[in-house]
């Protein structure tokens, strides 16, 4: 199975949510995502998803991901609901708001994804905004296929430090030089994965389809 093929049944079953609806996507996603989930908070690898998704593929009637395509969906998958997490504890967490006043994008050694047209990941490098400014609605870990940006919290101390003030103390929302508008995340990849899509069935903790539509690129658009 290609990645393409694999979007068009999360495409497919995005907007409609139960069994009834989408019998011959249902399975498949519900499968996928209990793997996806236990990928994430079992600290199971690469190789071992990789393994495991062709042995669940298979017995369901479609051909394996190719090794790249496994690699890909389970780093998505995996840095997807870490990126959740963090968004709960941070800018989602109105404690937080006190605690750390400002969040730093940093895209450090992020050198698939940068210097491209419209999603310029090195632009958004080093930016500093409060923590509650609109940007961290649109610019959220993972932003990208093969993106290592992560966001890193500031206290109010090294703000001070820092001597920052204001929403955008070291500037306004970067600008692409490629294309003069505000800079954006990957297709796919654009606003916060959210804890709260995380949903619960009888028998397992499951990705939502919009997390799981989110690891495979497909959570937004420009």
């Not at 996928?32 to 071992?48: D, F, K, P, V």
Request: aromatic letters at 8%; hydrophobic letters at 40%; glycine letters at 10%.
């Amino acid at each position: 199975m290609t990645l393409s093929e694999l979007k068009e049944i999360v495409e497919a079953g995005q907007p409609m949510r139960s069994a009834s609806q989408a019998p011959w996507a249902a399975t498949l996603l519900q499968a996928l995502r209990a793997l996806l989930w236990r990928a994430a908070t079992e600290g199971m690898g690469g190789r071992q998803f990789g393994k495991e998704s062709s042995q669940l593929l298979t017995q369901l009637g479609h051909t394996p991901f190719s090794d790249e395509v496994a690699r890909l969906v389970w780093a998505n998958s995996v840095g997807t609901l870490s990126s959740a997490t963090q968004w709960a504890r941070t800018a989602g967490n109105p404690e937080a708001h006190r605690l750390f006043p400002y969040l730093r994008w940093q895209s450090v050694g992020d050198c698939e994804t940068q210097d491209r047209p419209g999603h310029n990941h090195k632009a958004m490098g080093g930016y500093v905004a409060s923590i509650g400014h609109p940007i961290w609605s649109t610019w959220w870990p993972i932003a990208g296929d093969e993106s290592s940006c992560y966001i890193e919290a500031i206290t109010g101390g090294q703000a001070r430090r820092a001597g920052w003030a204001g929403d955008e103390p070291l500037g306004p929302w970067p600008i692409d030089p490629w294309t003069d508008s505000k800079v954006q995340p990957d297709l796919g990849f654009v606003g916060v994965p959210r804890s709260q899509r995380l949903v619960k069935d009888d028998e397992h903790c499951l990705f939502d389809l919009t997390l799981l539509a989110r690891a495979l690129g497909l959570g937004g658009s420009k």
